[in-house]
């Protein structure tokens, strides 16, 4: 299941425009971590809630820094 998770949320970070920052992520029984860094707080936010909306995932980690 955490294999479908990340092939999800790879397929929804692409569609939000999203694929082309510096997002890595890791699912572990149902919980999706994110890491890495983005340019803004909206893109930070967005990459959380995207990944909230992937099914089968009960938690989100962010872990994402905002490079300035």
């Given at each position: 299941?955490?294999?479908a ?9 692409i569609?939000n ?14 919980v999706?971590?994110l ?34």
């Amino acid at each position: 299941m955490d294999e479908a998770i990340e092939k999800n949320y790879k397929a929804t970070l692409i569609s939000n425009g999203l694929e082309k920052q510096r997002i890595d992520f890791k699912a572990k029984n149902g919980v999706l971590t994110l890491k890495g860094s983005v340019k803004t707080v909206a893109q930070r936010q967005q990459a959380e809630s995207a990944a909230a909306s992937v099914p089968n995932v009960q938690q989100v980690l962010n872990q994402i820094n905002v490079k300035r």
